[in-house]
């Protein structure tokens, strides 16, 4: 049996796998310094541990798995502790704006109604597109990271709560009112 | 109140079954009462519509970002090259 070993070029790197990197990272943090940071620490880091290149996945592969634990680590970062906690009690508290306390109805300022969303115009969702994204960038660093981690990498919500340190509990919550949130964010900045 | 007239009238029960379903799973049990809620309330079923069709977005939008060409400016790269080449000569 043949099995195919992959070489390791560090020399090459940057010409070969820097901008692949640098937009990976860039779509899962969306910040262009961070994002080059990342990429150099990958290197470096790549660097110190070529020797335990096995050869068995591509060099960029390989390479990708280092930025990914870094991106990982950036989250945690963004959403340790204090912050974390400060996250998640907004979500719990918050749902208090979109429901009666005593009966869990819709309040009135909150009820959902029909809005361009609900319209198949490519020009209209182009613009809801537009809008969606401005919502996205208000919403607290914790809950992007989740959102990014299962819509952009479908990661199981039991790999995101083990690296996240959340529990299943805070992590359903937390997805609730992200859309509780974009939803009625959508329907304010349509108009 | 029993549970399952509980969520017959709970939009908030209801909203967050709806946004568990559309990721992950709910029981059976959790399934019919959904259903029962959706059946009575308008408003709900609105909400329904409208979150599936931004799960679609968002899904797009990270796919999109993903596959932009984003490209390093050449001074960050020389500098880099010159970074690893320093490391790789120290050894």
Avoid at chain 1, 16 to 27: F, G, P, S
């Amino acid at each position: 049996m043949i099995t195919k070993t992959y070489q390791i070029e560090p020399r090459n790197w940057v010409a070969t796998h820097a901008d692949y990197l640098y937009a990976y990272a860039i779509a899962r943090i969306n910040d262009e310094e961070q994002a080059k940071d990342l990429v150099q620490d990958t290197f470096l880091a790549a660097l110190q541990k070529v020797d335990k290149f096995e050869g068995k996945s591509s060099e960029r592969t390989w390479l990708t798995a280092i930025l990914k634990y870094k991106i990982i680590d950036v989250y945690r970062k963004k959403s340790s502790g204090l912050v974390a906690n400060a996250d998640v009690q907004r979500a719990e508290q918050e749902e208090s704006d979109f429901f009666e306390p005593e009966d869990g109805h819709w309040t009135r300022e909150h009820a959902p109604a029909s809005f361009g969303i609900d319209d198949h115009d490519p020009v209209v969702n182009k613009e809801l597109n537009n809008i969606l994204q401005k919502c996205m960038q208000k919403l607290p660093a914790l809950w992007l990271s989740i959102f990014t981690m299962k819509h952009m990498d479908d990661q199981s919500t039991d790999a995101i709560c083990s690296e996240l340190k959340l529990t299943q509990s805070n992590f359903w919550v937390i997805i609730h009112r992200t859309k509780l949130n974009l939803r009625a964010c959508l329907q304010k900045n349509w108009i | 109140m029993g549970p399952l007239k509980k969520i017959v009238y709970n939009c908030h029960k209801a909203t967050f079954l709806i946004e568990k379903k559309l990721i992950g799973r709910i029981t059976l049990r959790e399934e019919i009462e959904l259903r029962i809620h959706l059946f009575g309330c308008g408003v709900c079923r609105i909400y329904q519509r409208q979150t599936k069709k931004i799960t679609g977005m968002i899904r797009q939008l990270f796919a999109d970002s993903a596959n932009s060409e984003k490209h390093l400016d050449d001074t960050f790269k020389k500098d880099l090259q010159g970074k690893i080449e320093n490391e790789l000569d120290k050894n």
